[in-house]
C-alpha cells in the first residue's frame, strides 16, 4: 500500500519556465507535509513544508498549494532554474515520522 | 557538529556479513530516525529513537536488523547476515522538534 503517491516520475522543464510536481495521500492523520530537494550523493534537504490549515505557502520561488479535502498537495517552482535540477520528494509526517513518495526527477534545460 | 554525519560513507559486504553504520546527529538533537532508501525510490522509514528510547521501530524489514543509540546521541544502525536485497543507501536524520536534517547516507553494496 504506496500511502503517498507522486507523479510525474520525471519532468524536463525550459529555463524560467514553472515545474509542477504534484503528490496525494491516503491518511488523514498526516498534520506535516514537506518537499524535499535530493542532489546525487546527498542526503535530502527540506526545500518548503506546510501544515493541512494552510492552503498555500509560498517561499521565494517556491510553493506549496494544498487541498485537503481532495488529499492532494503539489510543488510549483517558478522560473525554475538550471540549479534546480535534482529529485524532489513530497513526504507526508505524523510525528516526525515521514512517509515519502518516490520522487521526480526534474531537469532544467538553460 | 554543523550537520549530520555519517559514516562510513560507502560499504561492501559479502552476503552473511555483518554491518554497522553509525550516525552522528546534530548536537542536542532529541529525535534521530533511520530511512533507508533503494535506488530510484524515496526513502522509506526504518525506526525512530527520542532520546536513548527507541519508540518506533515498525519499519525495520527483519530481525536481522538492529538499532540503537545508547547514551541518546550517536545512533549505530546494524544489520547481520546482509542479503542482496539490503544493498541501499541508509539515511539518518535528525531533529530538535521541528525541521529533520539529513545525513549524506551510506551507501551500502552487498556482493
Known amino acids: 500500500q504506496q500511502q503517498v503517491k507522486q507523479s510525474p516520475q520525471s519532468l524536463i522543464v525550459q529555463k524560467g519556465g514553472i515545474s509542477i510536481i504534484n503528490c496525494a495521500y491516503e491518511?488523514?492523520?498526516?498534520?506535516?507535509f514537506p518537499w524535499y530537494q535530493q542532489f546525487p550523493g546527498k542526503g535530502p534537504a527540506l526545500l518548503i513544508a506546510?501544515?493541512?490549515?494552510?492552503s498555500e505557502k509560498k517561499e521565494g520561488r517556491f510553493t506549496i498549494s494544498f487541498n485537503k479535502s481532495a488529499k492532494q498537495f503539489s510543488l510549483h517552482i517558478m522560473d525554475s532554474q538550471p540549479g534546480d535540477s535534482a529529485t524532489y520528494f513530497c513526504a507526508a509526517s505524523k510525528g516526525g515520522k515521514s512517509t515519502f513518495g518516490d520522487g521526480t526527477t526534474l531537469t532544467v534545460k538553460p | 557538529g554543523a550537520g549530520v554525519s555519517q559514516s562510513p560513507r560507502y560499504k561492501v559486504a559479502k552476503r552473511g556479513q555483518d554491518v554497522a553504520l553509525r550516525c552522528d546527529p546534530i548536537s542536542g538533537h532529541v529525535s534521530l530516525f533511520w530511512y533507508q532508501q533503494a535506488l530510484g525510490q524515496g526513502p522509506e522509514f526504518l525506526t525512530y529513537?527520542?532520546?536513548?528510547?527507541?519508540?518506533?521501530k515498525s519499519g525495520l524489514p527483519s530481525d536481522r536488523f538492529f538499532a540503537e543509540r545508547p547514551e541518546g546521541s550517536v545512533s549505530t544502525l546494524k544489520i547481520q547476515r546482509t542479503q542482496q536485497e539490503d544493498s541501499a543507501v541508509y539515511l539518518c536524520?535528525?531533529?530538535?522538534?521541528?525541521?529533520?536534517?539529513f545525513g549524506q547516507g551510506t551507501r551500502l553494496t552487498v556482493v
Open positions: 491518511n488523514t492523520a498526516f498534520d506535516y
Open positions: 529513537f527520542q532520546n536513548e528510547a527507541q519508540l518506533d
Open positions: 536524520a535528525s531533529s530538535g522538534g521541528g525541521e529533520a536534517f
Open positions: 506546510i501544515r493541512p490549515d494552510v
